[in-house]
Every structure is written in C-alpha cells, then in structure tokens.
Nanobody, 116 residues
Framework: VQLQASGGGLVQAGESVRLSCTAS????????IDWYRQVPGKQREFVAR?????????NYATSVKGRFTISRDNAQNTVHPQMNSLKPEDTAVYYC?????????WGQGTLVTVSS
C-alpha cells in the first residue's frame, strides 16, 4: 500500500484546511486510515481514524473533536480530513497511515501552519 498525502499550507487561526490521503496498491487490505501529527521535538500524536468497513466509523482525538471531520471518497481511494476552526497549536506535520492486519503503512507528511 502506498499513501500520498497533500493539502497542507499556511492559514490563519480560525480558518480551515482540507487534507487528502490517496491510497494505492493493495487497498482492499486496509482496515482503517489514521491521521497523526507531529511537532518537532514531540512525539507523533493520533488525530483521527476512519474505518474501512461499511459503517465508516470515525474516532477523533479530544483536542480536535468537534473541529475536524474525516470522510472518504471510495471512488478515488481518498480520505479527507476537514480541519475547521484551526488554532496555532494545530501547527504540525500531518501524516496519514493505513493499517492492514499485518502492517502499518505511512505516507509522507504534509505541513500545516496556523498563524495567530
């Protein structure tokens, strides 16, 4: 499985950003897609999860709940986190990750910078 993330950039506090993560390869093996973020000098932290099952269940970190929404475009094998009401503390490199039964795959990061 290969993952291609995009959509980062520089925004002001209160604005929105929509990221994308497109999966290719053995996508039928994916159980769920996660988004993580990392600030230099800190551990990578979980942001959101979208299950690949028919329910498309989601899970969010407390810090983003109510502001971030994750959805998918099955035709494009793409997952989109919609990040609203951004805060300077949301500034980080965002990574998408796919989990299969045996392996976790990582895409390259995309930087989101939120200015105050």
């Amino acid at each position: 499985v290969q993952l291609q993330a995009s959509g980062g950039g520089l925004v002001q506090a209160g604005e929105s950003v929509r990221l994308s993560c497109t999966a290719s390869g053995n996508t039928v093996s994916i159980i769920h897609i996660d988004w993580y973020r990392q600030v230099p000098g800190k551990q990578r932290e979980f942001v959101a999860r979208l299950s690949s099952d028919s329910d498309g269940s989601t899970n969010y970190a407390t810090s983003v709940k109510g502001r971030f929404t994750i959805s998918r475009d099955n035709a494009q094998n793409t997952v989109h986190p919609q990040m609203n009401s951004l805060k300077p503390e949301d500034t980080a490199v965002y990574y998408c990750s796919a989990r299969s039964r045996m392996t976790r795959y990582w895409g390259q990061g995309t930087l989101v910078t939120v200015s105050s």
